[in-house]
């Protein structure tokens, strides 16, 4: 269904390395998966293109072979084939997988090896991506009866798209599709050494700091800073963040000299995934209308699954996340006295570090009262965990743009942040206005303004009337995709 049209339909190439439903690590594969939608329901022209890994070996649907190339130095033989017709009905635009073999065939995290380490072959896997992308976009090696007007990359992984688009185009003397690349997450760059240049198809020219030299290395990340026509950020807060030490990874100059070439334009969230109205995740649907009972039901399930009491009058904090510095995980572990003295109950569902890891395991034992823990990857409990919680953690030290606290205000579990980058500009704190509250938020990132804002969620917990209040208006927000797709709709269209 075309939902409107603010001028002619593009043709739009949106390149990633990961894209939910088929293979996903973090908020880069539900945006991978929402934008697009979100772009071809604005009746626009768009063909996602992935890497065929392991687990996309046999293409959903009926492929489609689209192109075939050889192997030519430097590159190994890939082609592209069209998952077909069942995934343009489901989700309205073309799913491209990049195959090949060697590079791609292997099962799990599309970045990592089973021991958690970088794959050694990772600068040629996303090289290769880029690559494979700047040539279906007709450069060079011509027409593939489709060309895109905008090519949109995205992290790291889609670095040196901008830059071939340039150099390929530059080569034939042909038109090149405009460049947009969106930082993610600029804490993950790309870093490789310089001497892989040659089997990378990377020009000398690039290689200093004018180009994507990054002190002695080749910084993926900064060329794609570097060569796009237009950069956005994944918030409005975390695009002002970048321009700065230290979130700017010492990327920050850069940034903030092609300031007016920045944007920050917000995720939104899938309602058709995210919505506890419809979600078949959890224990029991509920809306505005059901929200008391449906919580309370969503509670009582969560705390049988995980071990804990079914206790209502105990607060239960919930948090989803990948367990890195960056979540702050460590602090919600320092303030755990506070929670215990609140009488409080904490689930946390995620994975990463093995330090945090084990200190988590330890605190589930060994308080199995007040503490559940679980570790790994497990979509179903994540739904659980946003419909069952009274509150939702999110203490991150840096934010892009994050979805759970989006998510959270969907399900009625105000979220607890800390106010940088899209947690700033997607949460409204109870004291900053109280009529229009979905949440708590605080300055510092250390864990005694957690503890404040734990201490303030719980007294605002125990006022019915204010948490009733929080929860409808997180309910009530629109944070859907539509408006984010306009807003990088227009975005193409200052390119095009
Ligand atoms: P990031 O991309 O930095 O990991 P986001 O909040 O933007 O953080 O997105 C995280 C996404 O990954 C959310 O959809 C979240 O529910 C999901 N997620 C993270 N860890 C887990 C886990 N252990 N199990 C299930 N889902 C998870």
Redesign the pocket.
């Known amino acids: 269904m075309l939902l409107h049209t603010d001028g002619p339909p593009l043709r739009i190439l949106f390149v990633t390395p990961e894209c939910?439903p088929w293979i996903?690590?973090?908020?880069?594969?539900?945006?991978s998966l929402a934008l697009p939608r979100a772009l071809a329901a604005l009746g626009h022209d768009v063909k996602l293109l992935m890497p065929a890994y392991g687990e996309l070996r046999t293409p959903p649907g009926e492929g489609r072979l689209l192109v075939r190339h050889a192997a030519a130095h430097p590159w190994p033989a890939w082609q592209v084939v069209d998952a077909g017709d069942a995934v343009r009905e489901e989700h309205g635009f073309s799913l491209l997988l990049l195959d090949c073999p060697e590079r791609y065939y292997r099962p799990g995290n599309p970045y990592l090896d089973e021991h958690g380490r970088d794959h050694a072959d990772n600068a040629q896997r996303f090289a290769l991506l880029a690559h494979a992308a700047a040539s279906l976009s007709g450069i060079p090696q011509g027409p593939q009866g489709w060309h895109p007007q905008v090519v949109h990359g995205n992290d790291w992984p889609c670095g040196l798209l901008p830059g071939y688009l340039d150099h390929y185009a530059r080569g034939t003397g042909l038109p090149r599709p405009a460049s947009l690349f969106t930082v993610?997450?600029l804490a993950f760059q790309g870093l490789f050494p310089l001497e892989l240049a040659p089997e990378l198809a990377v020009p000398q020219a690039w290689l200093q700091p004018q180009g994507a030299e990054f002190w002695g290395q080749l910084s993926f990340m900064k060329a794609g800073l570097r060569f796009a026509d237009l950069l956005t950020a994944?918030s409005p807060t975390y695009a002002r963040e970048i321009q700065l030490e230290p979130l700017g990874f010492g990327l920050q100059d850069l940034l903030a000299s092609r300031a007016g070439s920045l944007q920050g334009i917000l995720?939104g969230i899938d309602p058709a995934v995210?919505n506890p109205a419809t979600d078949t995740l959890i224990a029991r649907r509920y809306d505005l209308d059901t929200l008391d009972a449906g919580k309370a039901a969503n509670k009582a399930a969560l705390q049988r699954r995980m071990g804990l009491p079914e206790a209502p009058t105990s607060m239960l904090l919930g948090m989803?996340?990948?367990?890195t510095e960056?979540?702050g995980v460590d602090l919600v572990l320092d303030r755990l006295p506070l929670l215990l003295e609140l009488g409080a109950q904490l689930v946390v569902?995620?994975?990463g570090d093995p330090a945090l890891e084990q200190r988590l395991r330890e605190a589930a034992a060994a308080h199995p009262l007040h503490v559940a823990v679980?570790?790994?990857?497990?979509?179903a409990?994540?739904?659980q965990v946003?419909a069952g919680a009274d509150a939702f953690l999110?203490p991150?030290r840096f934010?892009?743009?994050?979805?759970?606290?989006m998510?959270s205000q969907a399900y009625g579990t105000p979220p607890i942040v800390h106010a940088t980058g899209?947690l700033a500009d997607s949460v409204v704190d109870l004291e900053e206005s109280p009529r229009t509250a979905t949440g708590f938020s605080f300055g510092a990132d250390d864990a005694e303004a957690l503890g404040q804002a734990l201490q303030r969620a719980h007294a605002a917990w125990l006022q019915p009337q204010t948490w009733r209040n929080l929860q409808r208006n997180g309910m009530r927000r629109d944070f859907s995709w539509q408006a984010s797709a306009r807003a990088y709709v227009h975005a193409y269209r200052t390119l095009t």
């Open positions: 939910a996903k690590t973090g908020g880069l594969g539900d945006v993610h997450n994944v995720n995210w989803v996340s990948r367990l960056q979540k569902l995620g994975s679980k570790i790994g990857f497990d979509e409990l994540a739904h946003e999110m991150s934010e892009p743009c994050g979805l759970n606290q998510y899209g």
